[in-house]
């Protein structure tokens, strides 16, 4: 099907009877706020072009890509107990800090919410829920390693907190890392921002994109996957490391 737009430019991927996938750009939340209802959100979105929906799965704000709605009660409960019992492939592109020693792997550590910061995650040995990732190093850059990322549970923050917790955080995250922005000149060494203005970040949100959503459609009786390709943001930031700031091995073999 030919993609079309909703509001605020969220690109619709995939439609049918059941269900509605979306392309969901950085910076616009997944549901209403609860201190902020007007803050504008893809469930209220979705409920003015088509009256009622429902709420299968999130992504944080500054996280983009693929996301599916239902439209329907059978279809939220189809699809949500596929998420409860983790049989939803989900895959996603995370640009973290440093270089891990282990190219493919997986990190198994318990996540809990941290009481001490009200809204984030922490890893809990003693009462944390498991919580498993699996991820696979595609790139590596001078300072950074775009991973490709599966993760096999659903926790709030599970791939944020998991390669913090390993010690390579996002490249962008300013709750679990320590940067908020990249910019050029970190990048390009002899490059020089003119003086006359400030230099603006390639990228200035979290280096995480949804890529893909797959799932066995209980009425259609076959399993779907859909994709969202990566924003113009993320891609400028691959592309200018990929020119200037590539390790000596410039891609990990499959």
């Known amino acids: 099907m030919k993609a079309r737009m909703l509001a605020d430019e ?7 009877d059941d269900f509605i996938v979306l392309n969901k750009p950085a910076g616009i939340l997944t549901i209403p706020d609860r201190f902020a209802s007007a803050i504008p959100n893809l469930y209220d ?17 500054e996280t983009s890509g693929v996301i599916c709605f239902a439209k329907n009660e059978e279809a939220h409960a189809d699809l949500s107990e596929k998420f409860e019992e983790h049989d939803v492939n989900k895959i996603y592109y995370a640009l973290i800090m440093g270089h891990l020693r282990n190219k493919e792997g997986r990190i198994d550590l318990p996540l809990s919410e941290n009481p001490k910061v009200p809204g984030t995650m922490r890893v ?41 917790a390993i010690g390579h955080p996002l490249a962008i995250d300013s709750v679990y890392g320590n940067k908020s922005e990249i910019f050029l000149s970190e990048i390009k060494k002899k490059y020089k921002p003119k003086e006359s ?10 280096t995480l994109h949804a890529l893909k959503l ?41």
């Open 197 to 206: 203005e400030p230099e603006r970040p390639l990228m200035s949100r979290l």
């Open 124 to 164: 809990d040995y003693e009462s944390g829920k498991r919580s498993i990732t699996e991820y696979k190093v595609l790139e590596e850059f001078e300072n950074y390693s775009l991973v490709e990322v599966r993760p096999l549970t659903g926790r709030m923050h599970q791939i944020r907190v998991h390669f913090k």
């Open 10 to 16: 969220v690109e619709i991927i995939y439609e049918d």
């Open 214 to 254: 797959g799932f066995f459609h209980f009425r259609k009786k076959e399993y779907i996957e859909f994709e969202a390709k990566l924003p113009k943001d993320f891609e400028s930031l691959l592309k200018q490391l990929r020119k200037h700031s590539l390790k000596n091995i410039d891609k990990i073999k499959a």
């Open 45 to 61: 979105i979705l409920k003015r072009e088509y009256g009622k929906i429902f709420v299968v799965h999130r992504l944080d704000k």
